[in-house]
């Protein structure tokens, strides 16, 4: 009897565990906004998107290292998207100025389900690849490590924009960013 029903639960943890690798993670290309925007566009580019509105946040503000001239401007609360990108989800901030409602920056945002088979770091190199090919130059990547982590960073110029990406990982990618800032 014991062994009977040590047998059905081995069957059912490997059938569970080929289920969990059958499934996988289906990654698909987000739609960065490499123009710049007004707050009213938002709407329209999440509707296409599919994207759904979290609302504006409170209390977040940016910093020096994503947004150098942040003296010069007085910003909104950002307004946030989710979009359901397959089996990942991509979060989206939109950064506008209180004066204009202009859009000086957008940040999307994945982060590892410890739940699902992990994808940060190939998400990571589809984006590389993506905006160097969008922008016609590969970028400048740098690497660090620091104790038990480590960050990948890459940063694309143009005339009109300024794109920075990173990973950021333990033994594999945690979490990856794309954060484009209009000039």
Do not use: A
């Amino acid at each position: 009897m014991r062994q009977t029903i040590s047998i059905i639960i081995l069957l059912l943890f490997i059938s569970c565990k080929k289920e969990i690798k059958k499934k996988g993670v289906k990654l698909k290309d987000t739609n960065f906004e490499l123009s710049q925007i007004n707050y009213p566009d938002i709407k329209k580019i999440e509707e296409i998107n599919n994207g759904i509105e979290i609302g504006k946040s409170s209390g977040i503000s940016l910093s020096k290292s994503y947004f150098p001239e942040i003296d010069k401007y007085e910003f909104d609360q950002p307004i946030i998207y989710k979009r359901d990108t397959t089996n990942s989800s991509t979060s989206v901030s939109y950064f506008f100025t209180k004066k204009d409602s202009i859009v000086r920056l957008v940040e999307y945002s994945w982060y590892q389900n410890s739940k699902k088979e992990t994808f940060i770091d190939s998400l990571y190199q589809i984006n590389k690849r993506r905006i160097s090919k969008i922008l016609k130059t590969n970028g400048t990547e740098t690497y660090k490590k620091v104790d038990y982590w480590w960050q990948k960073e890459n940063h694309w110029d143009n005339d009109s924009i300024h794109v920075f990406s990173f990973i950021f990982g333990i033994k594999e990618g945690k979490r990856t960013r794309v954060i484009i800032r209009y000039k």
